[in-house]
């Protein structure tokens, strides 16, 4: 800097280094030794101070076999776990209120709903989804069924999806092939696939659908699982009677399907039969490894209505 002034006049009683440079005007350069200011200096022992304290409460240093534990016993496991109960006891009303009640009286109860069906989501992200997909829109090449639709094989009803997720359900599709144990040639197998592809409103060959049709409604007895106009066991009738919604016979006549609904799949389905297989997670059951309590269950069964399929 130019103005001289600020230096400090060379006999000053400033302590200095010893560091001592001459400039050309006659001003020596001194490295002077100010002392810390006081505030910084306490500043710094409360520090030092406070990281020993920290050091014999709280766990700090590492060691071969652990870490120095700290005189409060103190872990972070031990806060979780606490905050964790004090989270489940703010539940408890809730939980306790979803026990007492019914399906049907939670459904209407659009607090007690909305807890139930956040509680619901995540139980199914943990047990469900690994089937039904993310958010439940299934998998076609497995046979899990999308239950984001309305479109319903075992049935939408809250009494339905609670007794599908206690019980579990099983859908037997028989093998219609000779070689695969059935009773029918290729060429039959064939003709029902396109029956099948013309009930679904899809490209068929007509000639073909209509000896399907007379096999599907007479020797091979398609009806009988899937009702006389191929609309499934939960909404068709066999002969006038209703069929039992609980054969899981789903409708042939949508554009929703369990498997897949191009010709080569539904030929596959017809010739080798499908067996679907959906866990029971009830209690006395060990379905899929595990089982949910009662009100996991409740929770789970709300969500899966609300998902837009509930009726
Ligand atoms: C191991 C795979 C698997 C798991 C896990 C699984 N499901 Fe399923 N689920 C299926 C299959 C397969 C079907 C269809 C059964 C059939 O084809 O007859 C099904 C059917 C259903 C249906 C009937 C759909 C309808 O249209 O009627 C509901 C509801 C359902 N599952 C809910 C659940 C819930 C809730 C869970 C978790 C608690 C769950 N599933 C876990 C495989 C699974
Ligand atoms: C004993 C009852 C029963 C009979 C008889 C039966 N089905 Fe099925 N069918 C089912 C069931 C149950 C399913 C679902 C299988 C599953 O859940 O894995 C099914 C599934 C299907 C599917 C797959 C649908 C999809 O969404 O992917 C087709 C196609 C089908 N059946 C056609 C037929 C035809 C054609 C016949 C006659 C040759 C027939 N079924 C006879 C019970 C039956």
């Not at 009830?282 to 949910?292: C, V």
Request: charged share 20%; aromatic share 10%.
């Amino acid at each position: 800097m130019q103005d001289h002034k600020n230096k400090i006049d060379p006999n000053s009683e400033v302590e200095t280094t010893g560091h001592q440079w001459d400039d050309d005007e006659g001003y020596p350069l001194k490295e002077f030794n100010n002392p810390l200011p006081k505030w910084w200096l306490y500043t710094f022992y409360a520090t030092i101070i406070w990281a020993i304290v920290y050091w014999v409460l709280y766990p700090a240093w590492p060691l071969p076999n652990g870490n120095t534990e700290g005189m409060l016993g103190w872990t972070q496991k031990k806060q979780l776990a606490e905050e964790i109960r004090v989270a489940k006891e703010a539940q408890k009303p809730f939980d306790n209120k979803l026990a007492s009640l019914s399906l049907e009286e939670i459904n209407k109860d659009n607090s007690l709903l909305q807890y139930a069906i956040s509680g619901g989501k995540a139980i199914f992200g943990d047990n469900c989804a690994p089937c039904h997909g993310s958010g439940g829109v299934g998998s076609k090449a497995h046979g899990f069924p999308t239950l984001v639709d309305d479109d319903w094989i075992f049935g939408g009803t809250l009494a339905d999806i609670n007794e599908t997720v206690q019980n579990g359900r099983t859908g037997a599709m028989p093998a219609h092939l000779e070689s695969a144990d059935g009773a029918f040639t290729q060429a039959q197998v064939n003709d029902l696939a396109e029956y099948v592809l013309s009930i679904s409103n899809q490209s068929h060959d007509a000639v073909k659908a209509g000896r399907g049709d007379t096999l599907f409604h007479g020797e091979a007895s398609c009806n009988a699982c899937h009702g006389d106009n191929g609309r499934g066991s939960l909404k068709d009738t066999f002969d006038g009677e209703r069929l039992d919604k609980a054969t899981g016979a789903p409708n042939l006549t949508d554009a929703v399907w369990l498997y897949g609904g191009s010709r080569e799949t539904i030929t596959q389905t017809i010739a080798r039969g499908r067996t679907g297989k959906m866990p029971a997670w009830g209690e006395g059951f060990e379905g899929f490894g595990r089982q949910l309590d009662p009100l996991s269950i409740k929770q789970v069964v709300l969500y899966v209505h609300s998902l837009g399929g509930g009726q």
